[in-house]
């Protein structure tokens, strides 16, 4: 830093001088940021006229249960906003009652209007979608309580959704030519090295990951992409 402010702007490098780096004042800096963050995502919470919410629950490699927990909400301009609420460990169990606590918690510390929640996107395990106590039918309760019984949609699994509907489009005279292109490109240390280099000569930042069941939407639009760079 002082030898940026020394060429950039020598006359204030002493303020650069100045400036204390101790391990505990950069510690104070890094929470009143968050703090910061903080109180514009509870001023933004406010200005929603409806917002969706989605969570994933995973498990980290020190085993403990994380919920990742996103909000997506219009105000009256009509502009989308979607934050990044809280990453909340679960270090017991993770039942649906456990996951619906920790997500009300977190809405609730984030200063939402319940009113007006349109939506859940959840992945599909059952604790998330079962239809007597998962959490999606407990958030839906809640909900629904304080918006006078209000439609309320709940979402579950959209990539796998995506890869049942790339089936049915019955696409296999594209895909077989795909996934054998694909996997030539990835089969060989050299090939994937040199259509990264065709990628980025082309200023494409796209990585090209191997074909499977569970990825057939993104192979998808990597053959797509490879189609219209080879073309």
């Given at each position: 830093m002082l030898k940026a402010a020394q060429t950039v702007c020598p006359d204030k490098r002493q303020a650069f001088a100045n400036i204390s780096l101790t391990r505990n004042t950069v510690a104070d800096r890094i929470s009143d940021l968050a703090e910061d963050l903080d109180s514009q995502l509870k001023r933004k919470v406010k200005s929603f006229i409806v917002f969706s919410v989605a969570i994933d629950e995973s498990t980290d490699i020190t085993d403990v249960a994380q919920l990742a927990i996103f909000i997506r909400g219009v105000d009256d301009t009509l502009t989308v906003t979607e934050e990044f609420v809280e990453l909340v460990p679960m270090t017991d169990t993770t039942t649906a009652a456990d996951i619906f606590t920790a997500l009300v918690g977190a809405l609730d510390r984030a200063g939402v209007d319940w009113s007006r929640a349109v939506s859940l996107a959840t992945d599909g395990a059952p604790s998330m979608t079962g239809r007597k106590a998962g959490v999606g039918t407990k958030f839906r309760e809640k909900v629904q309580a304080a918006n006078g019984g209000h439609d309320f949609w709940t979402f579950h699994c959209i990539l796998h959704q995506?890869?049942?509907?790339?089936?049915?489009?019955?696409?296999?005279?594209?895909?077989?030519?795909?996934?054998?292109?694909?996997?030539?490109?990835?089969?060989?240390?050299?090939?994937?090295?040199?259509?990264?280099?065709?990628?980025?000569?082309?200023?494409?930042?796209?990585?090209?990951?191997?074909?499977?069941?569970?990825?057939?939407?993104?192979?998808?639009l990597a053959g797509v992409m490879l189609l219209i760079v080879l073309v």
């Open positions: 995506e890869a049942l509907c790339c089936k049915s489009l019955k696409m296999n005279n594209v895909m077989e030519l795909v996934v054998r292109t694909v996997n030539f490109i990835r089969s060989r240390g050299l090939n994937h090295r040199q259509f990264d280099s065709l990628l980025r000569e082309k200023d494409h930042n796209y990585g090209l990951p191997y074909h499977t069941e569970l990825s057939l939407w993104e192979t998808q």
